[in-house]
């Protein structure tokens, strides 16, 4: 197993924390979120280590309900298996931002600084799923540059992925070496601000954006948090984990 490894500053949109709180599309923050947004700005960097750890792995094959790797693996998910269909190989990253922020935020409600904690948790999960769209961003550009292309993302817990599948993830990566745990009884990880998931490589270049085929398209299930634009952007109310 070959384990790769980046170091991705992450960024904090705006737009993306007024999401992330207001549940609304296009929600302002308002001045005194905002107050506290900036406060935090200057500390949070202090807070984050951030880390991508990734693995690539050939695809043996794809049937209807999943997809084989080239060795024991399966992953089952009908929609991910239709998405790399036509791949050769499949990236999956495991990425986080550490303890720092979480512990900041049980270090706030202790105090009872429920606004503070409220607003420094949302912009971890804004870094960290950031720094994820950077990392994913920057395997497309570099497959590009192969003629290759790249899926959309996929996370265990979401779509018809499930969570317990996380753990076949997991044993893909030396375990000494990532800085993400997994407990044994969810298939949560530690720290709470990571994301884990795989995309696929298509073995030429489709001329699109990352979003070449998107499953959300197709799909009736109205209340999925996890749905998709047509651009491949997440277009739920809470992206803080996908
Ligand atoms: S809306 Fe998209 S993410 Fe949600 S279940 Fe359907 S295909 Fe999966």
Redesign the pocket.
Known sequence: MVMEEKTITPKIAPDELARIMGGRKGRILSSSVRKTVETWNEKIDDLIEPHVSYVKKPIRSVDRGGVHLGDDTYFKSP?IAKTLKDCSEVVCFIATIDHGVEEEVHGLMDENRLSDAYILDSMGSVAVENMVNQFHERMEKKYKKEGKSVTLRFSPG???WQISEQKKLFNLFDQEEVAVELRDDSCLMAPRKSVSGVFGVLPYDHGESIAFY???G?????H?????AENGINDNQDKSTH
Do not use: L, Q, W
Request: charged share 30%; hydrophobic share 20%.
């Open positions: 929609k979401y779509c018809d998107n499953p959300c197709e799909c009736g299930n109205i999925c948090i996890a749905r998709r």
